[in-house]
Structures are given as structure tokens and as C-alpha cells.
């Protein structure tokens, strides 16, 4: 201006803004000059209203060539006009009021007369500020003018467009940027900070270009974020873009408002509350600032109030809690994504994609989010660039609770192209957290489901799941009861030691406890018991995401998830199946406190804590339970043993609980419920546990075993070692007895209880024993026989003929001869009756009978016998005593002395043309320690039986071990192990391997 009017001062300057004057004009106080029309105004400050007083005080036009010589005899000047329509707004319903009605009708005609002076003169310049949208002037003062206005507005813009020497109208965010510098700083920063600035963010979103929209990575954004320093161009673009279309919104009044009410809140604060970024981004908008959101109210409606109230709340705390898991830092990312969203959310615009390729339209896509609120952080001022700043799946964390009904935002929607954007309707998530508002109480298929999950298949235990008194679990027969005691009740406080439910599980264990009703004992089997309580934070996080779970479950049932977009409709589905996997891995994890007894029969009150062991994926809980009771997954010792060595029941001191107080005998069944009742025995899985203890034991001679029978007073079979035992029986007709313990067994004639004899099993008392009559011959009860004879000859009398025993009333002819014997002959050889004609004649005078004519005569007494009941030529009476029989060393069987030859019977004697040698050797190993000792003492043992060691033919070998600590488990593994070693040797056995205590063997 100074060039263009060759001077160096003196240019004046009248300034006219249309929202000041009256309608009636302004008076100047100084002067008591009172100027009517804005032209008039304009001339008086200027210094030339004497020439045109009279045409002002008539309120008419000035004409051109009036204004012309005013601006000549004014000199150089600058004449500024603000708000100019707002003016003829203010001043157009008057126009029919005779006072007013000719400024009226002058103010058109009037700008386009300033119009064409100005541009015909050399030294002034007009600046006139109007709106770049005409509607952007209404209001509800306005609104009955509107058709005629648009009019004047349309014949406006033809004359300022033809008559303006130079329009200057803020179009790009750059221009926008430098109003604002202007406008709300007193000094920038100089351009090198401004640079490094720049090249900051761009490197930064080069960088991460994949995260970003694709317009922030061109090469001019550098230079952009320095034009518009210390703004974001984002910031500027929604405003310019996107609120710039809005009819209520003024550009660059109501943007400075924001602004400045931004920067006073966030920029200004103290040292410790002050943001540090180092451009101010759509994030930064203080949307909780009551002036901001007065002037965003008076923009967008106040119906949009309650969205800002209810979901920056809820965003805050969003915030508070990524805050408490250490994720995010102090830093409000849920508030300015909140922000971001809020500020895309609204726009008068309806095209797709602007002319700059940016999204004008409503909703903020997840990189619109990021570029809105990431800002690089520094070490030093404007030196370093991204350090710390959040990952973007931290930030996308955040994104996502946005829609979660636990604490998300209840106004957010996601439109069909992935858009975030708020509106007044509210979203699938208020609704689900409605329906979880109204879940309270409503868990009676929570417990089922928990009783479904906890459901044991495979693992010999049974949960009793809450149990609401002591009579409520029948223990009373061979299960193990995993007792789940309610966690609304009963959950674990680790910080409190004396917990509340130690009192009820003591209850819970008494030996009896009367029932509700009847008073009834109830009998409790201890060593079956196993209770788990729930943990206090892993009950509530059931009960949470059990009912977030049926809340969304139920808000996918209803009408409006049906006219929901599908990003929401897919979301709400997603936290369905998510609260589904959530509540149901926090059920396997529920019961996680194992309470146990003491030996001393009370409860441990310091539970064990199984939650690291509990969830595996597809694996009951409750065989979990069962692996860590069993020693599967710990290295703690077994509570519940599936396996019971004899050598353990055998030990009277260790055991002694298990068989009674020192008692030498005592059923299985017994044994079973002292092994059930008492906590200082060991849990057995079952019952097969301890058949096949007493099974072992019984083949290894550790304790004798018999059959007692329901309601006999003794056994009625001993079992023997080569025995299997019957796993059929009852346990209570299973008796134990230690080893040289009398037992008593009941005879199977008399039903006495006698004394039980090993050499003499046929289970009939001395007195049912079956004996010969020494009389008659008979076999017949031992206590039948007395001197006399048996009950069948006692009354019998010898026939003096035949000496048959016969009835007194069977002998004939005097009493000489019997019934038997009448007319009958006695065979001299045979002695028995036959008839006369029967005998036949020998050559040396000797009858014989028919009978006996092929027998032979005995040796000693010459009577003829069959020659099968003759041995060496005698008969039974005349014989000599049979010689004493002896075993066979081979087989071990008893034969008489002529029958074995080198001690061999002569099976044995056969199979030695397959075995070269049988060699039976007894091992000691009561002081022995290694297993090559027992190789040693067979090698030896094979040397003195004078056995080649280097035969490769098959040897025949038994073992008989003796061990008070037997160095095998099992034959199998003695067996095992020897035959190995023969076999490194070439050499192939045939073993029959006994292992057993020295008692035994």
C-alpha cells in the first residue's frame, strides 16, 4: 500500500464492523457527531464527512463521483469492512419503516459505488470480509427473509465479483493456519524449529506408512505441518472440510474460539498438567471445556449434550484403566481418539471423497484415528524423534473397548465401510449393558453350566458341587468325593489367614452329623473328602463374563442388531463367543483352593493352590484335579495312591491303623474303611487298589487270606498261595491274618470251628475226619468209630464160618453159618464161599475156586490174591512197610525211592535230553546291594554243580530269592535282568524266578 501510494506513513484507516451500529446510526461521544449510513461512518473516520453530512443524514445513496472525491481529498487509506451481510440482515426488516427505509434501500447500491470508486483510485485499498456460503449468515432472526435475501445475496456476488480488484478468501488449511498464528500467538517458532517439527511427523509416518492414510505420507506434508505449525494440518482439514459445510459454522470466528479455549486448557497449564506435543492435533480439542462445548452446541444441536456427557465420561475411564495395567502411560489416548471420532463424526457435506482424495464423510476410519492423535515424543525439545510413543495394537486395544459394553461408549457406530462415527442413537452396546443391568440374581444356569464343566468321566472321583450342609454328600461308599463348595459363600480371602469356611468344612467332616428332618447319624468317611473353594477375583470374573455373555447374547435377539450395520452386528457376535471362551476358562480356573485333612483328622487351613495347573485346553478341570492328587503333574507327594504295595499293609507299625489295634486278623472290608476314615492313612483310588494289594501279598506270603461267608462265625476256605484271590467275593467275607497267626476255619460237615491245619486241607474238624473202621473197614466220621466198631458194624457179629460181619439174626443152623455163607464151601485159597461145584481139583489135592484158579499165592500167609493186589508177592496184611517216599528234585513231587534215579523222577530224567542241567540254588541277599553280585553267585553256583559256562545249550534254572529288601520289584524284572545277562553269554534259560522274604522262602 505504502509502495503502491508512494508514501512512507500517513495511509488511514476506517474500519466498519456490521454487528456494532445501530439501526439508527452511531453517535461519536467527542464530537456529538451522529453518523446514519455505513458510508457515512466510514468518511468520518477518514476525516471527510463534511462533504457527504447532508447526503448521510438523508440515509440515500452518495453516488461514484461523490465517494471518488472523498477518497482523493482523504489520501491514502485502507477502508475494512467486517460482517457486512450480517449488517443488511440486521438492517432488511426495516425496510418498509418510512425512517429507515431509504438506508435500507441504499445499502446495495451503495457497496457497489464504493466498489467502482475504489477501483478507479491510486491510493485505496477496501478489505471486505464476507462468507464463502450464504446460508452460513442465518439465523433464527433471519430465517422468514430467507427467499428474498438469497436474492440480494446472488446480485451481490455478481457485482463484488466484477467490480473487487483483488479477492482474497482463506481456501486452504495453510492460509487458514497463518489467520490462527496471527490471530492467537504473539511470535512463532522460528523456522528451524518449525523444520525439524515437520520432518518429525513425516518421518515418523513414513515410517509407519502402513498405519497411516495414504495422504499424510506425500512429499509436501512436511512442508504442510510447517505452514500450519503449531496446528496439525488434520486438525485444520476436519474444520476447513468437513465442519466448513456445516450451515452454523463460521470458519475462522468460531475455529479461533475453539482454539484458543484449547490452548488456554491444555498448553497453559502447570508444569506437571501441561501437554508437551509438539503440534496441537485433533486429539487436543477440550471437548470437556464448558465454553467449547457451548459453541459445539450452538453448531451441531444440543441434542449431541448427553453424547458428550455420558461417553467422555466413559472414555476417561477407559483411559484410567489402561493407566492402571501400565499399558498406555498417563497419556489420554481413549479421550483423544474419543476426540478424533467426535470431530469426523459431522459434516454438511455429501460427497464420498473430496477433491483433495480425503474422506469428507461422516465417521473416522482407524488411520484417520491414529493421524488425529499419535504425536512423536522427545527427549530433548524437537531433536529426537518417535521415543515411547504406544504401539499401535495398544492403540487398537483401545479402539476396540470403544464398543465394549463393560465400560464403551454408548453413542459410538461402525458404519459398513469400517467408519467410527457418533450419533444420537445409541449402539448395541448400551443395550447389552441394559440387559446386564438387569442380570442381577438371574444364575441358576451359571451353576449348571459350572456343574457341566466340572463333570468327571474318566477319573475315578465324583464332585459334589455346592453343598449347602454336611448331609448333602453321601460319602458312605467307595468313591472320592471332590466336594466344590459354593463360591457365593465359601471363597478364599488369601489375605485373610482365618478363613470363615475352615469352621464349615470342619462340619463338614465330622465323623456324624444328625440330618435336618430325622436327627439320623450320617456316617462321613474322611479319607474320601477333598474340598476345593473358589477364589474370591475368579468368582467375579465368572459372574462378569457370564453375564456380559447372556447380556450380548440377548441384544443379538433384538430388533435393533438386526437394523444395526455388519461391522456392529459382527462385533456384537464377537463378544458373544469372546464372554463365552472367557467365562468358561474362568470356570475351569474357579476352583482352585484344595483344602485336605491332617492325619490328625482336621482340616489344613492353609489350602494348596492349584490355578497353575487347572486349565488345560479340552481337559476336564476335574482330571486335572485327579492328575495333581495322583502325583502326575507335581512332584508333591500322591494324596491319592493307586497302587499299594503289600510290603506297606504288611508293616505293623507303619500300618497299624489299616489292620486295627494290633489285631492278627481283620476282613478287607475293614481294612477298606479304616483306609476310608482315617486321614493318616493314605487315599486309596478304590477298592481294586487294595484286591490287588492283598493279591500280591498273598503270593508273596506276606499275610494268609480266607473266605469267611456272610453270617459264619469262622472261614470257610483258607486261600493258597498258588491262589488266585476271588475279586468277586465281598470284602467282608475277605479275612486277613498275619503270617503265623491261628486261624480258625469252620468244618463243612458239623459247622465247628476248629483250628486250621495246612497238611490237612479237607475243612472237616478231627471229628468229621474220614477214617477206616478198624473193625469193619468202613470209611467213615472219626468220632463214629469207638472199640466196639463203627455205627455200621457196632452191632454186627463175625459169621463163625465166612467171618463176614453180619446181624445176630443172619446166622443160620445153630448160629455156623451165615446167610452169606448157606451152602457154600470156603475156597482154600481165597477163603471166600463158593458153591461145592464151584471148587475145582488140583493136581496136589488143593481146591480152588473159579475165582482164584489164575491168582497167585501170597508170599507170606499163601492165601491167592489177584495178582494187582499183590506187591513184591505179597498181599496188603503181609507186605512190609512201603518205603518213605521222597521229592523229586526236578519237579519236587513226592515218588518212592526206586522210582528216582540221581534224585530225578523220570519225567525230569526225560526233559534232560532237552536241558543239560537244572540247577535249583538258593540266593541270600540280606547284605547284598548290587544286582552283579546275584550274576556272580549264579556263575559260582553253576562251577560247583560242574556246568560248563560256555555251553550255548538251553539251562534250566530256579531261583529262590532271599532279601529282607527285595532288590526287584517283580519276578518279571528279576527274570528280566538275568536273562539279559545270560544272554550276552550266549546262553539260553529256562527260569522259573521265586522272589519272597527269607520268612517266606
Known amino acids: 500500500m505504502y509502495k503502491k501510494c508512494g508514501v512512507a506513513k500517513g495511509v488511514k484507516v476506517a474500519c466498519f464492523v456490521g454487528t456494532v451500529p445501530n439501526i439508527k446510526g452511531t453517535v461519536h461521544i467527542d464530537t456529538g457527531v451522529k453518523t446514519r449510513t455505513f458510508l457515512g461512518e466510514i468518511f468520518y473516520q477518514l476525516g471527510v464527512y463534511s462533504m457527504v453530512k447532508e447526503l448521510d443524514e438523508k440515509g440515500g445513496a452518495f453516488g461514484t463521483e461523490t465517494i471518488k472525491e472523498c477518497l482523493k481529498l482523504a489520501g491514502p487509506c485502507v477502508i475494512l469492512i467486517d460482517e457486512f451481510l450480517l449488517y443488511v440482515t440486521k438492517m432488511y426488516p426495516y ?44 439465523d433464527e432472526n433471519a430465517r422468514h427473509y430467507k427467499a428474498e435475501l438469497f436474492a440480494w445475496l446472488e446480485t451481490y456476488k455478481e457485482i463484488s465479483s466484477r467490480s473487487v480488484t483483488s479477492k482474497m478468501v482463506a481456501k486452504s488449511d495453510a492460509e487458514i493456519g497463518q489467520i490462527l498464528q496471527v490471530r492467537l500467538f504473539e511470535k512463532i517458532a522460528p523456522r528451524e524449529t518449525r523444520e525439524k517439527v515437520g520432518k518429525s511427523f513425516f518421518t515418523y509416518y513414513k515410517d509407519h506408512k502402513d498405519e497411516f492414510p495414504h495422504y499424510i505420507t506425500a512429499e509436501d506434508y512436511s512442508e504442510r505441518i510447517m505452514s500450519t505449525y503449531p496446528f496439525h494440518p488434520e486438525l485444520l482439514r476436519i474444520f476447513h472440510e468437513q465442519w466448513g459445510t456445516l450451515p452454523r459454522f463460521q470458519l475462522t470466528r468460531d475455529l479461533l474460539t475453539i482454539l484458543a479455549e484449547t490452548i488456554v486448557d491444555e498448553f497453559q497449564k502447570d508444569e506437571k498438567k501441561r501437554r508437551k506435543a509438539a503440534l496441537i492435533m485433533p486429539a487436543h480439542v477440550n471437548l470437556r471445556d464448558p465454553a467449547i462445548r457451548a459453541l459445539i452446541f450452538d453448531i451441531i444441536g444440543k441434542d449431541y449434550e448427553p453424547i458428550l456427557a455420558s461417553d467422555l465420561r466413559r472414555a476417561e ?23 478424533a471420532i467426535f470431530l469426523h463424526s459431522f459434516t454438511g457435506s455429501t460427497a464420498k471423497l473430496s477433491p483433495r482424495d480425503h474422506i469428507a464423510s461422516i465417521g473416522a476410519s482407524i488411520p484417520s484415528c491414529l493421524v488425529s492423535t499419535l504425536v512423536p515424543k522427545y527427549t530433548a525439545p524437537f531433536e529426537k524423534g518417535d521415543a515411547g510413543l504406544p504401539v499401535f495394537e495398544d492403540i487398537m486395544r483401545i479402539v476396540k473397548k470403544l464398543l465394549d459394553a463393560e465400560i464403551g461408549l454408548y453413542y459410538l457406530h461402525c458404519s459398513i465401510d469400517k467408519q467410527y462415527y457418533f450419533d444420537l442413537q445409541k449402539n448395541l452396546t448400551h443395550f447389552a449393558a441394559n440387559e446386564f443391568n438387569q442380570m442381577a440374581g438371574k444364575l441358576d444356569d451359571l451353576y449348571k453350566e459350572i456343574e457341566t464343566i466340572w463333570r468327571c468321566t474318566k477319573v475315578p472321583i465324583v464332585p459334589v458341587p455346592f453343598p449347602q450342609r454336611p448331609q448333602d454328600i453321601n460319602s458312605n461308599n467307595e468313591s472320592i468325593y471332590l466336594v466344590l463348595l459354593d463360591p457365593t459363600k465359601f471363597s478364599e480371602k488369601p489375605q485373610n489367614k482365618n478363613f470363615k469356611h475352615v469352621e464349615f468344612l470342619a462340619e463338614y467332616a465330622m465323623e456324624s452329623s444328625p440330618t435336618a428332618t430325622t436327627g439320623d447319624k450320617v456316617r462321613f468317611n474322611k479319607n474320601r473328602l477333598v474340598f476345593l473353594a473358589a477364589g474370591d477375583s475368579t468368582w467375579n470374573l465368572v459372574e462378569l463374563y457370564y453375564k456380559w455373555f447372556r447380556a450380548w447374547k440377548t441384544t443379538t435377539d433384538l430388533t435393533i442388531f438386526k437394523n444395526a450395520t455388519k461391522p456392529e452386528q459382527d462385533h456384537a457376535n464377537l463378544q458373544v463367543s469372546e464372554y463365552q471362551e472367557k467365562y468358561k476358562t474362568q470356570i475351569q480356573l474357579l476352583f482352585s483352593h484344595l483344602y485336605t485333612f491332617k492325619p490328625d483328622g482336621k482340616i489344613n487351613p492353609d489350602p494348596k493352590d492349584l490355578k497353575q495347573f487347572l486349565y488345560v485346553k479340552d481337559i476336564v478341570p476335574c482330571h486335572q484335579i485327579y492328575s495333581y492328587l495322583t502325583g502326575e503333574i507335581d512332584e508333591n507327594e500322591a494324596l491319592i495312591w493307586n497302587t499299594l504295595r503289600p510290603e506297606l499293609l504288611a508293616n505293623a507299625e507303619r500300618y497299624q491303623h489299616a489292620w486295627g489295634a494290633s489285631q492278627p486278623t481283620t476282613t478287607a472290608q475293614e481294612v477298606w474303611d479304616r483306609f476310608a476314615q482315617d486321614t493318616a492313612l493314605p487315599m486309596l483310588e478304590n477298592k481294586v487298589v487294595l484286591k490287588k494289594c492283598i493279591n500280591e501279598g498273598l503270593k508273596k506270603g506276606l499275610f494268609g487270606v480266607a473266605y469267611k461267608e456272610a453270617g459264619q462265625e469262622a472261614a470257610s476256605h483258607v486261600v493258597g498261595e498258588d491262589e488266585e484271590l476271588d475279586t468277586k467275593r465281598p470284602f467282608g467275607e475277605i479275612l486277613l491274618f498275619r503270617p503265623g497267626t491261628d486261624i480258625s ?21 478231627p471229628e468229621c475226619t474220614r477214617v477206616s473202621c478198624h473193625r469193619c473197614g468202613a470209611t467213615v466220621r472219626a468220632k463214629e468209630i469207638t472199640a466196639e466198631g463203627c455205627t455200621k458194624c457196632r452191632d454186627m457179629v463175625a459169621c463163625p464160618s465166612c467171618h463176614n460181619l453180619v446181624m445176630s439174626t443172619d446166622l443160620k443152623l445153630g448160629g455156623t453159618k451165615c446167610v452169606i455163607c448157606m451152602g457154600k464151601v470156603q475156597c482154600p485159597a481165597c477163603k471166600t464161599h463158593v458153591l461145592e461145584d464151584k471148587l475145582l481139583p488140583s493136581p496136589s489135592d488143593a481146591q480152588y475156586c473159579e475165582a482164584c484158579k489164575s491168582w497167585e499165592a501170597c508170599k507170606g500167609c499163601g492165601i491167592r490174591f489177584a495178582p494187582k493186589d499183590l506187591v513184591d508177592g505179597y498181599c496188603k496184611k503181609c507186605r512190609p512197610p512201603a518205603p518213605q517216599k521222597l521229592k523229586c528234585r526236578g519237579c519236587g513231587k513226592e515218588f518212592l525211592p526206586h522210582l528216582l534215579e540221581d534224585g530225578l523222577c523220570a519225567s525230569c530224567r526225560q526233559r534232560q535230553a532237552t536241558y543239560v542241567k537244572e540247577i535249583q540254588l538258593t540266593i541270600t541277599l540280606q547284605n547284598l546291594n548290587r544286582e552283579a553280585s546275584v550274576f556272580t553267585d549264579i556263575l559260582e553256583a553253576f562251577g560247583s554243580k560242574g556246568l560248563d559256562t560256555s555251553t550255548s545249550a538251553k539251562v534250566g534254572l530256579t531261583i529262590a530269592i532271599q532279601a529282607d529288601k527285595s532288590i526287584w520289584e517283580t519276578e518279571a524284572d528279576a527274570k528280566s535282568w538275568i536273562d539279559a545277562n545270560f544272554k550276552s553269554q550266549n546262553r539260553q534259560i529256562d527260569m522259573r524266578i521265586k522272589l519272597g522274604t527269607k520268612k517266606s522262602i
Open 95 to 138: 425496510k418498509d419503516d418510512p425512517d429507515y427505509a431509504p438506508v435500507v434501500s441504499s445499502l446495495f447500491p451503495a457497496i457497489q459505488e464504493l466498489y467502482t470508486a475504489i477501483s478507479n483510485s491510486d491510493s485505496a485499498m477496501l478489505v471486505i470480509t464476507y462468507p464463502s456460503r450464504p446460508e452460513q449468515i442465518f
Open 317 to 339: 475411564a477407559i483411559d484410567k484403566l489402561f493407566e492402571g495395567q501400565g499399558l498406555l502411560g498417563q497419556d489420554e489416548y481413549t479421550l483423544g481418539i474419543t476426540t
Open 745 to 765: 476255619v469252620q468244618c463243612k460237615d458239623c459247622q465247628k470251628t476248629f483250628k486250621f491245619d495246612s497238611d490237612k486241607a479237607d475243612y472237616l474238624c
